[in-house]
């Protein structure tokens, strides 16, 4: 199973980005995907998730800001980042709570990561 993630980039503030992953390999069923960011000395944190059945998390400090999609037939996961600030520069990392082929209880899966740098 892999995850890739794409669409990182440098981006001026009040800029948009939109981020897209996408999962492959033997997957039987990807109960949530989402994202989280890491920026320099900080913790890693939840950006979006959304479960198969809809439901979706946002943390607070989005506000309206970002939206996350889901194509649960294509197995990927779009977040849409409007109004950008300087304090979102981060790496961000999609992830997936997911059963592959084999069965068994579901596991997280991490992409590698990409860079948004947004420059006031």
């Known amino acids: 199973v892999q995850l890739q993630a794409s669409g990182g980039g440098l981006v001026q503030t009040g800029g948009s980005l939109k981020l897209s992953c996408a999962a492959s390999?033997?997957?039987?069923?990807?109960?949530?995907m989402g994202w989280y960011r890491q920026a320099p000395g900080k913790r890693r944190e939840l950006v979006a998730s959304?479960?198969?059945?809809?439901?979706?998390n946002y943390a607070d400090f989005m506000k309206g800001r970002f939206t996350i999609y889901r194509d649960n037939a294509k197995n990927t996961v779009v977040l849409q980042m409007n109004s950008l600030k300087a304090e979102d520069t981060a790496v961000y990392y999609c992830?997936?709570?997911?059963?592959?082929?084999?069965?068994?209880?579901?596991?997280?899966?991490w992409g590698q990561g990409t860079l948004v740098t947004v420059s006031s």
């Open positions: 959304k479960a198969s059945n809809g439901n979706t």
């Open positions: 390999g033997s997957i039987l069923s990807i109960i949530t």
């Open positions: 992830n997936a709570d997911l059963i592959p082929s084999s069965g068994g209880f579901s596991s997280l899966y």
